[in-house]
T-cell receptor
Framework: GAGVSQTPSNKVTEKGKYVELRCDPI?????LYWYRQSLGQGPEFLIY????????DSGLPNDRFFAVRPEGSVSTLKIQRTERGDSAVYLC?????????????FGPGTRLTVL | AQKITQTQPGMFVQEKEAVTLDCTYD???????LFWYKQPSSGEMIFLIY????DQQNATEGRYSLNFQKARKSANLVISASQLGDSAMYFC???????????????WGAGTKLIIKP
């Protein structure tokens, strides 16, 4: 079946603008994660959804960042008043469960560039 | 404190040689899982291998094996008979268990850039 998809693949925006990044997880996967990966670094956790609810948003850097998953499938990460420091690759992952050995399947990422 | 440490920012290895990528971790949870992912220049994270803290044997998946030394908190990835297509970033990641009130997020190291020379 299809893997995790993310759109757009690239997004260039100006400082201060609002952006939305979309993640379409693997069908049937209840857990969904957003990570941010800055250049030359490992990913950093942003937020985790179990079903429709944000079970843990402790990784969101500030209140400009928000994410939703209204029907328990597609998720949208929203960034208000973007700053140059928000430039990174935003990765989405989904998994069938949250057991220790449950593999997270990653999408190709959205590369966000804030000018 | 860093929970996952990868001390090799970059490595050059001759094709067909074996390579070991280092990873040390830090956790007080007795139940945890360790993962290795490969990230080619295309950017997608590809799962390679998993080791659970209670697993008695070292994990193996084809050319990949995990040298798990629990007392040393080390989980090194070994790639046998390296190929040109193995050139990529390699990340070690950990997931902590329920005692840490975790959502099972992955905690990542900084990665090692592996370049295979022909």
């Amino acid at each position: 079946g299809a893997g995790v998809s993310q759109t757009p693949s690239n997004k260039v925006t100006e400082k201060g603008k609002y952006v939305e990044l979309r993640c379409d997880p693997i069908s049937g996967h209840t857990a969904l994660y957003w990570y941010r990966q800055s250049l030359g670094q490992g990913p950093e956790f942003l937020i985790y959804f179990q079903g429709t609810g944000a079970a843990d948003d402790s990784g969101l850097p500030n209140d400009r960042f928000f994410a939703v998953r209204p029907e328990g499938s597609v998720s949208t990460l929203k960034i208000q008043r973007t700053e140059r420091g928000d430039s990174a690759v935003y990765l989405c992952a989904s998994s069938q469960g949250t057991g220790l050995n449950n593999e997270q399947f990653f999408g190709p990422g959205t590369r966000l560039t804030v000018l | 404190a860093q929970k996952i440490t990868q001390t090799q920012p970059g490595m050059f290895v001759q094709e067909k040689e074996a390579v070991t990528l280092d990873c040390t971790y830090d956790t007080s949870d007795p139940s945890y899982g360790l993962f290795w992912y490969k990230q080619p220049s295309s950017g997608e994270m590809i799962f390679l291998i998993y080791q659970g803290s209670y697993d008695q044997q070292n994990a193996t998946e084809g050319r990949y094996s995990l040298n798990f030394q629990k007392a040393r908190k080390s989980a090194n990835l070994v790639i046998s008979a390296s190929q040109l297509g193995d050139s990529a970033m390699y990340f070690c990641a950990m997931r902590e268990g329920p005692w840490m009130d975790s959502n099972y997020q992955l905690i990542w190291g900084a990665g090692t850039k592996l370049i295979i020379k022909p």
